[in-house]
């Protein structure tokens, strides 16, 4: 709806030449102001999308359009004062979270002064960058994300620019905190109030990022994250992390067929129900698959790290050309008949002993 409004706007000929996307952490500021650039950059929009295919349309899905310029908080230090050293970091970040935050940019930097600011450096290097001419000579975009980090003397100057706007320059605020910024800057831009992700909207979203989610789970992560959709993806990633550990501890348990720690995970994963049960077989399956690849040779196409990683290496090595269909084919029994509603503890004890017997077939 926002999207339709601001783009009726753009087509209609107001083209604010500030605006602010201010809204909750994880409800898409960012996103929805690159998408608003593009359109506007777009050599030939559709009515309610950009082309997609043209050269600016290009340009903008890496964010290396010459015409649209970031500015961003960074560690301010001795060495560095300005986002340029910075910015393909922070443009491959963008690429792979576009709903990012602070927190998730200041992981992914490096620096003992973990403080993110922004200073009158990079207030300097926005002048600099404006005082150029437009590439493509149309429309020039300044993409300011999180404003309120911005130092005192920064702020004045950008202030400044603000209120002498330049023809065809449009400036894009996108920030969580409207009462850490000068007010003055507020008065000299066009409020665009994001709203935090509904439901549904978050639900499909989820399902996008991760394959083979099941409804129930991307409904629960919805749920319990109000709207962020950072929030339910760490949800989400930390529900996977522990269906990780528990099908690697259980697969070792198997292995070993200490009877007493089979007894106690069937007795865990009964109690897990059944939605979470289907999860963890399927994580196995896919598990199982990754150490196929690299059982054939064909390791390349293992798009996993760390520990998961180690984890499917080390199963390729119990994998030979008598089991490797059999603990496969285990796993898909299992699924089916946790969907028949078989007696979890039962089905679980069962397969410990199953898997037992292939692993150690070589
Ligand atoms: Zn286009």
């Known amino acids: 709806m926002l999207k339709a409004k601001l783009i009726t706007n753009l087509r209609e000929g ?6 602010f996307f201010l809204g909750p952490r994880g409800s898409g500021g960012l996103p929805m102001a690159l998408a608003y650039a593009q359109y506007l950059l777009c050599a030939e929009p559709g009515p309610a999308d950009p082309c997609g295919s043209c050269p600016s349309c290009q340009q903008m899905e890496k964010l290396g359009h010459p015409d649209v310029h970031f500015a961003f908080p960074i560690f301010l230090n001795d060495r560095n004062r300005t986002c340029t050293p910075v910015l393909p970091d922070w443009r491959d970040l963008v690429m792979r979270e576009p709903y990012l935050d602070a927190a998730l940019w200041r992981d992914r930097q490096e620096g003992e002064n973990k403080q993110l600011r922004m200073g009158v450096d990079i207030a300097a290097e926005i002048t600099r960058q404006l005082s150029l001419k437009a590439y493509a000579g149309g429309w020039r975009v300044m993409l300011v994300w999180l404003p309120e980090l911005m130092d005192a003397p920064a702020a004045n100057k950008l202030l400044k620019v603000l209120e002498e706007p330049e023809p065809r320059t449009v400036f894009l605020l996108v920030g969580h905190d409207a009462d850490a910024i000068l007010p003055t800057i507020i008065s000299r831009t066009q409020l665009v109030k994001v709203p935090a992700l509904a439901e549904a909207d978050l639900v499909r979203t989820l399902r996008s990022r991760f394959d ?6 991307a409904q629960a992560a919805a749920l319990r994250s109000a709207g962020d959709l950072l929030e339910a993806t760490a949800l989400v990633e930390k529900g996977e992390e522990e269906l990780f550990i528990l099908f690697r501890d259980w697969l070792r348990a198997c292995y070993a067929l200490k009877a007493q720690d ?26 199982v698959r990754l150490s196929m690849l690299i059982w054939q040779r064909a390791g390349e196409l293992v798009r996993t790290t760390g520990e998961e990683l180690k984890f499917v290496t080390d199963v390729s090595h119990l994998l030979t050309a008598r089991n490797i269909a059999g603990l496969r084919e ?33």
Do not use: C, T, W
């Open 330 to 362: 285990e796993l898909e029994v299992a699924h089916q008949h946790l969907e028949r509603n078989a007696n979890p503890k039962v089905l679980f004890m069962d397969l410990s002993y199953r898997m037992h017997g292939l692993l150690k077939q070589r």
């Open 212 to 217: 083979d989610l099941p409804e129930p789970d």
């Open 14 to 19: 107001r083209i604010p030449h500030a605006q």
């Open 262 to 287: 089979v007894v106690e995970f069937a007795e865990h994963f009964h109690k897990m129900g059944r939605e979470r049960q289907k999860g963890l077989v399927r994580y196995g399956l896919y598990l």
